[in-house]
C-alpha cells in the first residue's frame, strides 16, 4: 500500500491531489444510468457502497455493492491510471471509464462507462460518506445527470443500508 502523501491529479480541479482522501468506504445514495434493468424494482431497492482504496502508484481497487435482482451483490474490481488522461481503466473487465467529476471528500460524483461487444453504457453514482446528503451535494449530482442527458434515469436509493453495509472494511 502506498504513502498517503503520494498525490497525483485526479482531475476534479486543476489544483485538487489524489491523496488518499478519496480512499475509503462510500455509501451510494443515487444512480444514474443508461442502463436498461441496471437496478431491481422500487420494493428491492436498497443503499450501494463502495470501497475505494489505492494499492500502487497509478492502480484502484474499487469494491461496489448494489442490490440486484438476485439480492446483494458485490464485485471487485482493480482500475490503472490512464497515462494521458484523468480516468481510471481496466479494458479485460469492460471498464472503459472510472473518474472522479465532482467531489469535496464528504461526497462524490463518479462517472463509470462500461463497453463491452461494441456497446457502451454510462452511469453516474452519488457517492457520501454518510447515508445522508446534503442539499447542495444532491443538486451537484443532478445538475452533472443534467449535462450527461441522465436526468430521466435518476433513482435516488432508499435508506435501508443492509446491503451497504456488507463490504464494510
Not at 20 to 34: E, M, N, P, Q
Not at 129 to 154: A, G, P, W, Y
Request: glycine share 8%.
Amino acid at each position: 500500500m502506498p504513502s498517503c502523501s503520494r498525490s497525483w491529479s485526479w482531475g476534479t480541479r486543476p489544483s485538487a491531489p489524489w491523496s488518499c482522501t478519496f480512499s475509503g468506504f462510500w455509501y451510494i445514495l443515487a444512480v444514474a444510468s443508461d442502463v436498461q434493468g441496471f437496478l431491481p424494482g422500487r420494493d428491492k431497492r436498497k443503499l450501494g457502497a463502495s470501497v475505494v482504496q489505492l494499492r500502487s502508484v497509478g492502480q484502484l481497487k474499487v469494491v461496489l455493492a448494489f442490490n440486484r435482482l438476485r439480492g446483494c451483490q458485490s464485485h471487485t474490481l482493480i482500475l490503472r491510471k490512464d497515462g494521458k488522461k484523468a480516468v481510471f481503466r481496466n479494458a479485460l473487465k469492460g471498464v472503459a471509464v472510472f473518474r472522479v467529476l465532482s467531489t469535496d471528500y464528504s461526497y462524490g460524483v463518479v462517472d463509470v462507462r462500461l463497453g463491452w461487444a461494441g456497446r457502451t453504457s454510462k452511469t453516474l453514482l452519488f457517492f457520501s460518506r454518510q447515508n445522508v446528503s446534503s442539499f447542495l451535494s444532491m443538486k451537484k449530482f443532478v445538475d452533472i445527470c443534467e449535462n450527461l442527458e441522465l436526468t430521466n434515469h435518476v433513482t435516488i436509493l432508499p435508506k435501508d443500508a443492509s446491503c451497504a453495509h456488507t463490504i464494510l472494511p
